[in-house]
């Protein structure tokens, strides 16, 4: 076989290295479009059964109240329509356990009118029923199960920003008190890993945006509260998924800007990294993760009443 003359191959290398760049599996862009989401809306909350996104309530662009329940399939990539809420809610908080949703807390309308109320949908039935409400009422609140209970932590009444952990069993029916975040916040957000839960960023002074990036974990079991590396940004009006052990947070707000934030928190060495930011900024969004994707739906694109029919996916590698 002939040789290239040495001279012809140095010339070549910056064009091999450059087609490689192009073509590397590990630098492909890692957000994709799906199906937008029928009603364009902020401030809203979304929960999984299986491939079913369930995404419920929130403002639509005049800054009415939704009762509003879409389901986005992800294998269909398509969206229905549901049985709406008992009551039209919005900074609400939703979560899945046994094929069931529960939706807790929230206002009930645009005079930001907390409330205490637990509602449960069953989709087998198209059907809403009440659970017993939650001791304090609140919104801006977050809420997952872990280990069969129902945790509600964190919000906001009328004016204040609130530290309150209470659980629900819903076994019994019954709620009770459990120890408090040392950081009262609002429009934060948890997720769950290993059975700890990690609540990140938010706000802590009443009604107004001073955001915070406070991550504290709370060991279910010991019933502790540990404070551990803070995000590395200050953010509220966020959206938490976990995948396996690290901890991906989306969006949020200031007084004069959305972000487009994508950071990871690794529960294994405690580290943050800052990744592909999402490619519409938005606060009072929803983030659902199913198997090696997160779905980033809906919310506002501008601080304050702003809203969105946007479904951006973000895939693992």
Known sequence: MKQLPVGILLLLIPTF????ILVSPTL??????????????????AANIGDDIYVIGGFD?????????????????????????????????????????????????????PTNQLFIYDPIKNQWKEGKPMPTPRGALSALFVNGTLYALGGQDEARNLNINEAYDPISNTWSSKTPMPTGRHHSAS???????????????????????????????????????????????????????????????????TFGNNEKYDTDNGKWTSLESMPTPRHGLAAVSVDNRIFVIGGGPEPGLSVSDVNEIYTIK
């Open 17 to 20: 290295l450059f087609i490689s």
């Open 28 to 45: 492909a862009q890692s957000w994709s479009e799906g199906a937008t989401m029928p009603t364009a809306r902020s401030e809203i909350t």
């Open 61 to 113: 662009g005049s800054g009415d109240v939704l009762d509003a329940v879409e389901v986005y399939n992800i294998k269909n990539n398509s969206w229905k329509s549901t049985a709406p809420l008992p009551e039209p809610l919005h900074h609400t908080a939703a979560t899945s356990y046994e094929g069931k949703i529960y939706v807790i807390g929230g206002y009930i309308s645009r005079e930001w009118i």
């Open 191 to 257: 997720t769950t890993v290993d059975n700890k839960i990690f609540v990140i960023g938010g706000r802590t002074a009443g009604t107004s945006i001073v955001n915070v990036n406070v991550n504290e974990m709370y060991d279910t079991e010991t019933e502790k509260w540990t404070a551990i590396e803070s995000m590395p940004s200050k953010r509220s009006g966020i959206a938490v998924t976990a995948i396996n052990n690290s901890l991906f947070v989306f969006g949020g707000e200031d007084l004069t800007r």
